[in-house]
């Protein structure tokens, strides 16, 4: 166990449809990060939030969006699904906003599937 | 933009023999950090080794060694004396952004090498 607790582990929805994916961060870490892994477009970076409030936007989607509570866990929601969006969604967190000190703790991620 | 280029999409090695991955990545930062990662087929992340753009000294962490040739731009990973457990996905990856009191620490990930060990 890494200490970062994603859920659910695998998810199967339609196209059309809006789901919400989940993690707690290990404890004492304020980043959260999250990560996309396909086959055509490899692992890439999503979004960043820090102690609540984003730190930093990659290739995320206009149709997702994300937020970090204030018990530090956070939310990814993907809405009007597409078969494309079917993939690996990893949450990371760490203990500062630039992962200093390499701490960088992966969840086992969530597979999405949109059929 | 900063980039990380692995050019092996897939390699081979004999259990008991070494292999090197390897990784070359572009940036104009620097400051930088480079990560590796294993990905075994059940999915997780597992971070392997890291080296900062200002150590001297390649890192190693048991059988994983960096080689970091800073003016050459790659940073790549060494296992020596491979095991059957050692077969999984490999990534190289840089954190993006950083640097002393920056605002971001994302990681930028290479395509991955798939290493298959032989017995």
């Known amino acids: ?115 | 933009a900063q980039k990380i280029t692995q050019t092996q999409p897939g390699m081979f090695v004999q259990e008991k023999e070494a292999v090197t991955l390897d990784c070359t990545y572009d940036t104009s930062d620097q400051s930088y950090g480079l990560f590796w990662y294993k990905q075994p087929s059940s999915g997780e992340m597992i971070f392997l080794i890291y080296q900062g753009s200002y150590d001297e000294q390649n890192a190693t962490e048991g059988r994983y060694s960096l080689n970091f040739q800073k003016a050459r731009k790659s940073a790549n990973l060494v296992i020596s004396a491979s095991q059957l457990g050692d077969s999984a996905m490999y990534f190289c990856a840089m954190r993006e952004g950083w640097n002393y009191g920056g605002s971001q620490g994302n990681l930028i990930f290479g395509k991955g090498t798939k290493l298959s060990v032989k017995p």
């Open chain 1, 1 to 115: 166990d890494s200490g970062v607790t994603q859920t659910p582990k695998h998810l199967i929805t339609a196209t059309g449809q809006r789901v919400t994916l989940r993690c707690s961060p290990r404890s004492g870490d304020l980043s959260v990060y999250w990560y996309q892994q396909s086959l055509d477009q490899g692992l890439q970076f999503l979004i960043q939030y820090y102690n609540g409030e984003e730190r930093a936007k990659g290739n995320i989607l206009e149709r997702f969006s994300a937020q970090q509570f204030p018990d530090l866990h956070s939310e990814l929601n993907l809405s009007s699904l597409e078969l494309g969006d079917s993939a690996l969604y990893f949450c990371a967190s760490s203990v500062d906003a630039q992962g200093l000190n390499y701490g960088y703790t992966f969840g086992s991620g969530t597979r999405l599937t949109v059929v």
